[in-house]
């Protein structure tokens, strides 16, 4: 679950490194708890245009 001090950590350390530094981007962070079957997984993508 995407709660721990820990886990937050691992994941902007992810972020960091795929976008370098401290990016500037927004996000939305959302935890699911499981799936309808545990071999899915789930991409959202989205394009904000301004």
Partial sequence: MMG???QMAA???M???AYGGNPQVCQ????VKE???SDLLIEIKV????
């Fill in 4 to 6: 721990s001090e820990d």
């Fill in 11 to 13: 994941f902007f350390g």
């Fill in 15 to 17: 972020r960091a490194e």
């Fill in 28 to 31: 939305t962070i959302i935890g």
């Fill in 35 to 37: 799936l309808v079957m």
């Fill in 47 to 50: 394009v904000a245009h301004l």
